[in-house]
């Protein structure tokens, strides 16, 4: 409500009469609530991926009153503002909204082509009401990740207790990025204090046989944008070791048996690993004998083979292959060695090669009495005939004797008449004396 009074001059106010008028005025109030920025989707998106994706921005304004106002939204990404002319791989709906009443009022950013490293960082929405002069923002951080790297392994065979090298490398065109690099063995453990892309193995074993996991990180190490909006990428690769068993030596004995013998034949496997990591698979040729069960010790295996009812010299051959329980460990290539059974020729001493015949034990008892009979009846001849011999000599003897004393007493007779007349310092001997009775005994 106004009231005009007059105040010139002219005429003296006493006469002017004041104008008195009434008039309306509307008082509206206005104001930003809310501004809520989001992403879908809420996973971070790959580089070089091409699934669109959306930032949004959500206004909610409330208004009282007869409410009449413009309501703009505006972008800006790292500072700087987003719009047709100066990043074209962004659509937004920007455009000024009227605000009249209560509301909400969206705007969005959707990427264009695939993402890439230019969609990173700091997203700004601002939100102003021209006439009441009231501006709200609100910003979010989007993230991007890097691709997944071109990955290349080399993989590596060894002879056990040699040194192998995996080999591990990657690379992602375009872009400036690092990699780290980490080892899982087959036990799936990380392997201490190996951080590149080669691991060596000293003296490969049979437990080092296996699948390894490369494990890869890139970081992102430009200047385009902001590292911090750049997630790393981590990737795994596979590379494989395998040990090869080293061939062994396989050596088999000669043996001599006699006609009709079982003939031994030892086949010895000689490995540089020790056997308790093996397994072994032994074969023998000609398969007319029987093999025992295979004994280890230590890096050696022992087959026995027994060929029965030997007659003929031949050759046998022991061929032996080892293996592991492990798909990565090879099995070795057939190994063989040779081995030699003589059996004795009995003609070569003058005896005809003897034949096993059945005995019949109450024949040879018949055969050895009658032996012993003839033994015996010969044993009486010879003894009876011994005697008569003792006999018959002793009688001769006898007659030899008395004559020879009868020649005796002739001589010692014709002695005494020859002394009679003899001179008796003659010293001419006489007849011979006759032998003492031994002598001529």
């Not at 008028?21 to 996973?43: C, E, F, G, H």
């Not at 971070?44 to 409410?67: A, F, N, Q, R």
């Not at 590292?227 to 062994?248: E, G, H, R, W």
């Not at 031994?264 to 074969?283: A, G, K, M, Q, Y």
Request: glycine share 6%.
């Amino acid at each position: 409500t106004s009231t005009a009074s007059y105040t010139g001059s002219e005429v003296e106010s006493k006469y002017v009469i004041d104008s008195r008028n009434k008039a309306s005025v509307y008082l509206a109030i206005i104001d930003i609530d809310s501004v809520i920025v989001t992403q879908s989707p809420s996973n971070v998106p790959v580089i070089g991926s091409t699934k669109e994706y959306t930032i949004t921005c959500d206004v909610t304004v409330s208004c009282t009153g007869l409410c009449s106002d413009t309501l703009t939204i505006s972008w800006s990404l790292n500072g700087n503002s987003v719009n047709s002319t100066n990043l074209t791989d962004l659509e937004s709906n920007n455009s000024p909204f009227t605000v009249s009443s209560n509301g909400t009022f969206t705007s969005t950013l959707t990427t264009v082509g695939d993402i890439s490293l230019s969609h990173a960082g700091q997203y700004k929405c601002t939100a102003g009401l021209i006439t009441a002069g009231i501006y709200h923002s609100n910003t979010i951080d989007c993230d991007v990740k890097l691709p997944t790297p071109s990955i290349t392994v080399t993989n590596d065979t060894v002879n056990v207790g040699s040194t192998a090298t995996l080999v591990c490398s990657a690379s992602i065109s375009n872009m400036s990025v690092s990699f780290v690099y980490k080892w899982a063995g087959p036990d799936n453990l990380i392997i201490s204090g190996e951080t590149n892309g080669t691991l060596i193995i000293s003296r490969a074993d049979f437990d080092d046989a296996g699948q390894y996991m490369c494990i890869i990180t890139a970081s992102y190490t430009g200047s385009k944008v902001n590292t911090k909006y750049v997630m790393d990428s981590v990737n795994t690769a596979s590379a494989y070791l395998t040990v090869k068993i080293q061939t062994p030596t396989v050596e088999v004995t000669d043996t001599t048996v006699s006609p009709g013998e079982d003939a031994i034949l030892t086949c010895i496997v000689t490995t540089v690993n020790n056997t308790e990591d093996l397994t072994s698979n032994i074969t023998w040729s000609p398969n007319n004998g029987t093999a025992g069960a295979t004994l280890r010790s230590n890096n050696i295996f022992v087959s026995i083979y027994t060929v029965p009812n030997v007659y003929d010299d031949d050759t046998y051959t022991c061929k032996a292959t080892l293996s592991h329980a492990s798909e990565y460990v090879l099995t070795t290539d057939s190994e063989s060695g040779q081995g030699y059974v003589f059996v004795t020729d009995d003609s070569e001493s003058g005896q005809e090669p003897t034949e096993e015949v059945e005995v019949n034990y109450e024949e040879v008892v018949i055969i050895l009495a009658v032996i012993l009979a003839i033994v015996l009846l010969v044993l009486i001849i010879i003894i009876i005939c011994f005697l008569k011999r003792v006999c018959s000599s002793k009688h001769v003897a006898t007659n030899d004797n008395e004559l020879l004393l009868q020649n005796v007493g002739k001589r010692d007779s014709e002695n005494e008449e020859i002394g009679k007349d003899k001179d008796p310092h003659d010293t001419t001997p006489l007849l011979p004396e006759s032998p003492p009775p031994g002598d001529i005994q």
